[in-house]
T-cell receptor, first 114, second 110 residues
């Protein structure tokens, strides 16, 4: 158990509405990540954080923003949800100080945009 | 451009036989490689890893091989068990983050 909690676990929302997913960790890890999983694409990095208020974009960051005001929380916001953002979202933390170490995933948040 | 590729979307193996999952990468700066396993409706779980200074790492039934000159890694599962049926992702590290392949669905038939 990596001490990661994602909320909500399941959400259905309408196109054009804002949505925020929350990732909470209990072990004070520096690096946190948001990935999305889609068939045929595997796990693609949306954004990541390497400290409080320190974030960077991943390969599929368009339409998403993140915030990290506390070590333990990493928020992913869809500014105006679109159907292409229907996906499973996984939060992850990196063990150790180096971001490219083994990462551990949360249980996922299933988002459907209708 | 995909930096990590798993060219086989699926693999079917008989119980007790060897499963070999393959992965290719393009970025020579990757220095750490991992395999993850994922069951439906769960998050991916770490399986095994290998540093670029090694060419083999073994953990029980799981062995990962790295061929740096070919930019290729593979995961061997021996013997395969029905509980190994899952999606397997390979991943490569650039020091800040992991880049994942698209995954291979492994089915182990009993």
């Amino acid at each position: 158990d990596a001490g990661i909690t994602q909320s909500p676990r399941h959400k259905v929302t309408e196109t054009g509405t804002p949505v925020t997913l929350r990732c909470h960790q209990t072990e004070n890890h520096r690096y946190m990540y948001w990935y999305r999983q889609d068939p045929g694409h595997g796990l693609r990095l949306i954004h990541y954080s390497y400290g409080v208020k320190d974030t960077d974009k991943g390969e599929v960051s368009d339409g998403y923003s993140v915030s990290r005001s506390k070590t333990e929380d990493f928020l992913l916001t869809l500014e105006s949800a679109t159907s292409s953002q229907t996906s499973v979202y996984f939060c992850a933390i990196s063990a150790g100080d180096r971001g490219g170490n083994t990462i551990y995933f949360g249980e996922g948040s299933w988002l459907t945009v209708v | 451009d995909q930096q990590v590729k798993q060219n086989s979307p699926s693999l079917s193996v008989q119980e007790g036989r060897i499963s070999i999952l393959n992965c290719d990468y393009t970025n020579s700066m990757f220095d750490y490689f991992l395999w993850y396993k994922k069951y439906p409706a769960e998050g991916p779980t770490f399986l095994i890893s290998i540093s670029s200074i090694k060419d083999k790492n073994e953990d029980g039934r799981f062995t990962v091989f790295l061929n740096k000159s070919a930019k290729h890694l593979s995961l061997h599962i021996v013997p395969s068990q029905p509980g190994d049926s899952a999606v397997y992702f390979c991943a490569a590290s650039d020091g800040n983050k992991l880049v994942f392949g698209a995954g291979t669905i492994l089915r182990v038939k009993s």
